[in-house]
């Protein structure tokens, strides 16, 4: 129940391109859907966020579109380019007492010239 | 603002020395520090919540007695990786939350890359 699943493994785009990266959670509990973008030999950084009192949040090129009854969530990158090549995370926590992220698997995208 | 910094970015470490890292909150107080390790290709694995001036709760499965966690303030908290042995390389990462956290969610370091030889 504690479970994020992120798909697909890895994603590769034309640059212009749409990218669209999903994550399904089980526990209702959880109330703040963050994403981060972590480039190799980096720290995580976040994206974007959203809580669960809206459907979608926008900002620049990032939007997140949120699906409370199906309990699942996706980042969508408009307008890909190469310097988006990254693995990017989804996750998932209360936002009470700090209470721990949980991550799911990533997703390594290559966006092509 | 809501900058973590991780410090060293990587070190090299012989077989059953013991090895300190150390992540500052730089502009906020972070009462809870969460530490997680990163295998090439993976996801983050969450290690342990590490709170101030109290014990830290690790996850099921990480020895507590290997990995040492101590937040003796509230912008400081330190891993020691005890005995170290290959098996121990891996990228350890720490975050931490600042207050406002609906707007910063959760602030990552950017890594230690330890390599145990």
């Known amino acids: 129940q504690q479970q994020v699943k992120q798909s697909p493994q890895s994603l590769i785009v034309q640059k212009g391109g749409i990218s669209i990266i999903n994550c399904a959670y089980e526990?209702?509990?959880?109330?703040?859907f963050p994403w981060y973008q972590q480039f190799p030999g980096k720290g995580p950084a976040l994206l974007i966020a959203i809580r669960p009192d809206v459907s979608e949040k926008k900002e620049g090129r990032f939007t997140i579109s949120f699906n409370k009854s199906a309990k699942q969530f996706s980042l969508h990158i408009m307008d890909s380019q190469p310097g988006d090549s990254a693995t990017y995370f989804c996750a998932a926590s209360i936002m009470d007492s700090s209470y721990k992220l949980i991550f799911g698997s990533g997703t390594r995208l290559l966006v092509r010239p | 603002g809501a900058v973590v910094s991780q410090h060293p970015s990587w070190v090299i470490c012989k077989s059953g020395t013991s090895v300190k890292i150390e992540c500052r909150s730089l502009?906020?107080?972070?009462?809870?520090m969460f530490w997680y390790r990163q295998f090439p290709k993976q996801s983050l694995m969450l290690m342990a919540t590490s709170n101030e001036g109290s014990k830290a709760t690790y996850e099921q499965g990480v020895e507590k007695d290997k990995f040492l966690i101590n937040h003796a303030s509230l912008t400081l908290s330190t891993l020691t990786v005890t005995s170290a042995h290959p098996e121990d390389s891996s990228f350890y990462i720490c975050s931490a939350s600042p207050p406002d956290s609906v707007n910063y969610g959760y602030t990552f370091g950017s890594g230690t890359r330890l390599t145990v030889v």
């Open positions: 526990n209702t509990a959880f109330d703040y």
């Open positions: 502009d906020f107080q972070a009462t809870t």
